[in-house]
């Protein structure tokens, strides 16, 4: 059997009843219920209760909507809110997948030009159906403040880089956005690869939300490579597999968004913010001076 493990983004084979704990503390667990197999995530503390639940009614109400753009989610099946200070949770559908780098690299071009179809797919869509307004200023500076007192507990971090980062992020653009649904957090760890159709996993409630956070996620990976850089299982002849795929998907997302006035206005904005909120995440020297590097080069 083959799951998705949020704590370093892999799949990996699992027996029923292992739990595994991701970065966040949320822990994922498979169980046997009456034959079937179902995913259960718990939350990581009491405190988080209410962030869970919100992501399982996020992620059943794209399910009832029929997904968008070609992309479906597996179906929630049961909660439990944690009943004041206990540990809420919710069960969903196991969908047999493979991970990314299984599936892409054995994709022809057609196929590959098939997957990227239904990105843009899934983006327009998402776009199509959002207002266009200037958002509330507060909502950033209320999330700056939040992100500075989180990264003042890693002390490991370049002074100069976050001084820059924070001055970059303390004026965001005087334009309109997006606003409307998102994902929350459309990496490539989060979308099931099937040969019938594509999974999406693990919805997150964001503090804004907009399309652009999940364009944003998916260029984390195609264009930072983040998810080659915690992926420590690839030898080198499939990561330079894999960075030509990521290329290929990249480019046409370039063109995606130079050709939105809207989007290109805000990309850089908000992909710095989603870089910086990685940080206090991180414990490893590497994946540290990985993530500031790439915050350099967008200020």
């Known amino acids: 059997m083959v799951i998705f493990v949020p704590r370093d983004k892999r799949f990996i084979h699992l027996k029923p009843r292992l739990q595994l704990k991701g970065r966040s503390g949320c822990r994922v667990e498979l169980l046997e219920r009456e034959g079937d197999v179902v995913v259960r995530k718990y939350s990581g503390s009491p405190s988080y209760n209410n962030r869970l639940m919100l992501q399982a009614a996020k992620q059943q109400s794209f399910r009832d909507g029929g997904g968008i753009g070609g992309f479906d989610c597996p179906a929630v099946l049961r909660h439990h809110d944690g009943g004041g200070d206990g540990l809420a949770w919710y069960e969903m559908e196991y969908v047999h997948a493979e991970r990314y780098s299984d599936y892409l690299e054995r994709m022809s071009v057609e196929q590959l030009k098939g997957i990227a179809q239904q990105l843009i797919a899934y983006f ?6 959002s207002k266009v307004e200037c958002p509330d200023r507060s909502i950033f500076e209320n999330k700056l ?14 002074g100069k880089t976050i001084k820059d980062v924070f001055d970059f992020l303390s004026a965001p653009p005087n334009e309109k956005l997006y606003v409307g649904f998102c994902h929350g957090d459309f990496t490539l760890s989060n979308i099931l690869f099937t040969h019938e159709r594509l999974y999406l996993i693990d919805f997150l409630d964001t503090f ?8 944003v996620k998916l260029r984390q990976d195609t264009c930072h490579r983040w998810i080659m850089m915690i992926d420590q299982e690839l030898p080198l002849h499939r990561l330079n597999k894999m960075s030509q795929i990521f290329g290929y998907i990249d480019r046409l997302m370039i063109d995606y968004i130079e050709e939105d006035k809207v989007l290109r206005n805000w990309y850089r904005y908000f992909q710095a913010f989603n870089l910086a909120r990685i940080l206090p995440y991180l414990v490893e020297d590497e994946e540290i001076i990985f993530v500031q590097n790439n915050l350099r080069s967008l200020l």
Do not use: N, V, W, Y
């Open 208 to 215: 804004i939300e907009s399309p652009l956070q999940d364009i």
């Open 145 to 158: 403040l939040e992100l500075r007192a989180r990264i003042k507990l890693t002390p490991s971090l370049d």
């Open 124 to 129: 327009d869509r998402t776009r199509s159906s």
